[in-house]
Every structure is written in structure tokens, then in C-alpha cells.
């Protein structure tokens, strides 16, 4: 998927992944084949044979395929791919942007903005999800009504540990199954799939944003979630979890006039691009006044 990096430079970037997924999610035969891979059985046996030791064969081949540098991270030996795929970055090669009032990106990815609108939908992970749907939770989706949605998606060769984009209080995490539906109706020739991917979010409580909604979403096949903490005090930049093997996404919610965008993430976004962002980098700042009014509220 094409995207465009923080310089304003469009990059052409089709990857192996991109091909895959168009695939499986497009062509009947994909369509056919996705239904077990997509299964807990697969998931669970893939992600039991990628936590062997045997799975360290696999690491020199992906980082040839994906030309990871591996300076950039702490040298040690690993037991398993996923010991490697969840890889510590070395210190201070994520400095965080700004001061309190800057909302940034919990994780290296490419990123899109949107405005919440009554009726608006967004695909995530090749599902079309409005808020209810997406969050499963009326209340929760009528709390960041017209405000943002920051998806974040990750891809193989990123950082797969991330942090808080806000510090505060966390609510406790709340985790939705993946769920996987096949319909047959009677005006088409193949099985059109709808599918939804586990997910798990947390609330966290803001002085500068008010309340922020934090998600991880797993990856097709695998992309286990393993999340540190709940209902806990926590700081802008401090580790909340990481993805185990696939590629992933993380998704912000942010309140009515809490948060004011960065401008050219919303115009990439607006064109039909993705923007390259590392951990760290700046999404948004907190709005004019915005801290005045939820106290007032």
C-alpha cells in the first residue's frame, strides 16, 4: 500500500502482505481457503510452533525479506520467532514529541484520520466497522461522536512493542473475540465473507485530552495481544504491550474538541494516503480551551 512519508514523499510500497490479503479477502478461491486460517485452532497452533525453538530458523530468512536493521535494537540471542518478532528497541531511538499536551503515536505505523460522524464507517483490517460495531458498546460510541479516529496500522517488518499515547488513568482492558461469518446468498456464485478481528481497548482518563480510548486489534491468523496492565495511574511513552507475530493495528479515539489533529496527517488522509509515523511522533495536540471545558462538564 502506498503511503507518504513525514517529508511529504510519496512511497510506491505493494508489499507481499498487501498481495496476500488482497487474495484472500477478494478472490473466491482466497475467500475459500481463509475460513480456516482464520480458525483459534490455526491461530493456536501457529502461534505454539512460533514460540519453539525450532521457529529460530525462520529469522534469517525474514529479515532478509524484510531488511530489518538490526542495530537498531538490543543484541541478544533469542529462544523463538516470537522472542524475535517482539525485539526491544536499543534506548532513546523513540524520543517522544512535545510535552503533556502533545498526543502521540503509541507505535511505529502508517496512519489515517478521520472526523466521527453520525453514520461514518471505517475499515479496519479489511472490515467495514461503524463505532458501535467496532466498540460493541452504544455508550462508548456515543461518547466520541464527532470526535477523531486515528488508525494505526503496523506492518511485519515494524516495532511491535507500544506504548501510551496520553498519560492518565486506565480503566481496566476490555477484550472482544474475533468472530468469523460466511453467508450464501442466493443472488451470488461464492461465499462473500465477514470477519472480525479480536481486540482489546482501554479507556484512559486525561487531564489534557479527556478521555482517550486506546485499542489493539490482532492480526489475521495470529497477532496475539499481550497487554502489561489495568486500572492503573500511567505516563505517556510508558510500554503497554506488544503484538506477537502478523501485522497489526492500534486505534485512538479521542472526544468532541479535545484534540486538534496534525493538519497534514488529516490532508494525507483526505488524499488517500497512509503517513509513515515512528513511536512517539506527534498525532495531535490538545485543543484551544479543551482542558476548561471538561472541567466545566
Request: with cysteine.
Amino acid at each position: 500500500m502506498d503511503y507518504i512519508d513525514l517529508e511529504g514523499k510519496i512511497i510506491k510500497n505493494t508489499t507481499d502482505q498487501d498481495r496476500l490479503l488482497e487474495f484472500l479477502y477478494t478472490n473466491p478461491l482466497g475467500q475459500f481457503l481463509l475460513k480456516p486460517l482464520v480458525g483459534p485452532g490455526f491461530s493456536r497452533w501457529t502461534g505454539k510452533l512460533l514460540s519453539t525453538r525450532l521457529s529460530t530458523r525462520l529469522i534469517p530468512f525474514f529479515l532478509r525479506k524484510n531488511a530489518i536493521d538490526m542495530s537498531d535494537y538490543e543484541k541478544r540471542a533469542y529462544t523463538s520467532f516470537n522472542d524475535f518478532f517482539t525485539r526491544k528497541l536499543r534506548p532513546g531511538l523513540r524520543p517522544l514529541a512535545g510535552g503533556s499536551d502533545t498526543l502521540i503515536s503509541p507505535c511505529d505505523c502508517r496512519a489515517l484520520i478521520y472526523p466521527v460522524r453520525d453514520g461514518s464507517i471505517f475499515s479496519v483490517k479489511h472490515t467495514e466497522y461503524t463505532l458501535r460495531s467496532l466498540l460493541r458498546s452504544p455508550s462508548l460510541a456515543r461518547r466520541f461522536q464527532d470526535g477523531y479516529i486515528y488508525i494505526l496500522r503496523l506492518t511485519v517488518d515494524d516495532y511491535h512493542r507500544y506504548i501510551y499515547a496520553a498519560s492518565g488513568r486506565q480503566s481496566k482492558n476490555y477484550h472482544i473475540k474475533g468472530t468469523y461469518h460466511t453467508v450464501n446468498p442466493v443472488a451470488n456464485d461464492y461465499l462473500p465473507i465477514y470477519k472480525e478481528n479480536a481486540r482489546e481497548y482501554t479507556v484512559l482518563h486525561t487531564d489534557e485530552f479527556g478521555d482517550v480510548l486506546q485499542m489493539e486489534v490482532g492480526a489475521l491468523m495470529v497477532g496475539k495481544i499481550c497487554n502489561h496492565r489495568e486500572s492503573v495511574s500511567v505516563r505517556r511513552g510508558e510500554e503497554k504491550g506488544f503484538f506477537e507475530y502478523g501485522g497489526s493495528t492500534i486505534i485512538l479515539l479521542t472526544e468532541k474538541d479535545a484534540v486538534e489533529p496534525r493538519p497534514d496527517l488529516l490532508r494525507n488522509t483526505e488524499k488517500g494516503y497512509e503517513t509513515r509515523l515512528l513511536q512517539g511522533q506527534e498525532l495531535g495536540r490538545a485543543a484551544t480551551h479543551s482542558g476548561s471545558r471538561r472541567q466545566q462538564s
